[in-house]
């Protein structure tokens, strides 16, 4: 089953997606046997977070589409909001 961004949008309410978006930087670690990426886009002062099995070439000064939606996180009693990315392709 082809998962193309329309139809997760329809499907799912709170989604957003942001098309040519700037990558202004990008940060792999490790955690465990998964990589969390980190993405922080031109023009939004939230990252943007998914995970993968490895790594990956940067992403930093490339343009991407990105469908995600927003999700936060309590780390030591303070309230952390990052964008949840779904899906993520190079423009």
Same mark, same amino acid.
């Given at each position: 089953m082809k998962s193309d961004s329309k139809s997760l949008l +329809?499907?799912? %309410? /709170?989604?957003?997606?942001?098309?040519? !978006? $700037? &990558?202004h930087s990008h940060v792999q670690r490790d955690e465990g046997d998964w990589v969390r990426h980190t993405l922080m886009l031109t023009g939004y002062d939230v990252p943007f977070v998914f995970r993968r099995k490895g790594v990956y070439?940067?992403? /930093?000064? !490339?343009? #991407?589409? #990105?469908? =995600? =939606?927003?999700? !936060?996180?309590? &780390?030591a009693g303070i309230e952390f909001e990052y964008? +949840? #990315? &779904?899906?993520?392709? $190079? %423009?």
């Open positions: +329809k499907k799912h %309410a /709170q989604l957003t997606e942001t098309e040519n !978006a $700037r &990558v070439r940067s992403l /930093q000064g !490339a343009r #991407v589409n #990105v469908t =995600y =939606y927003p999700h !936060a996180e309590m &780390v964008m +949840k #990315v &779904v899906r993520i392709k $190079r %423009a």
